[in-house]
């Protein structure tokens, strides 16, 4: 006769209890590993800059507090700067040394760069739709109008 139980595995009690408690806490506390790498996970869209921040960042540019390390905004001051990869600070906290991530694998995404503080290109005129804006340069050029 065979037995639906493991020899040597307590199937009830204080010991069984306890085994299936801290499976079930492990399960929680480490995860399987993903899949996909997350850097190769899609990024959500940056939100679009609105006319006032574009105004709070353009005062912010003029009043010097873009980072001596990246050139952009972001929260922190340098040493929280998301394009330094490792750093070495003196006894009064401020950097001596540092090294980068290369360019185009630091994470952007909560930094504002000087070039943001401009408007955005108007988005491209359909194929066969009138170009109105050409159309207003050209009157306001020529003075003829329709």
């Known amino acids: 006769m065979t037995t639906p139980y493991t020899p040597g595995r307590h199937s009830s009690g204080a010991a069984y209890m306890a085994r299936e408690i801290i499976g079930a806490t492990r399960a929680r506390i480490q995860p399987e590993a993903p899949v996909i790498p997350a850097s190769l996970l899609p990024k959500p869209p940056r939100p679009e ?12 540019i003029t009043s010097g507090q873009l980072c001596r390390i990246c050139a952009g905004i972001h929260a922190g001051g340098e040493l929280a700067c998301p ?6 600070v003196d006894r009064d906290g401020n950097l ?18 000087p070039e943001e503080a401009s408007a955005p290109p108007p988005p491209p005129v359909p194929p ?17 109008a329709p």
């Open 49 to 60: 800059l609105t006319d006032a921040d574009r105004q709070a960042l353009s005062e912010a």
């Open 83 to 88: 394009r330094l990869a490792s750093f070495t």
């Open 96 to 113: 001596t040394a540092g090294d980068y991530w290369p360019d185009g694998t630091w994470d952007t995404a909560r930094v504002l760069f």
């Open 128 to 144: 066969g739709q009138p170009d109105y804006a050409k159309i207003a340069d050209l009157e306001a050029e020529t003075g003829i």
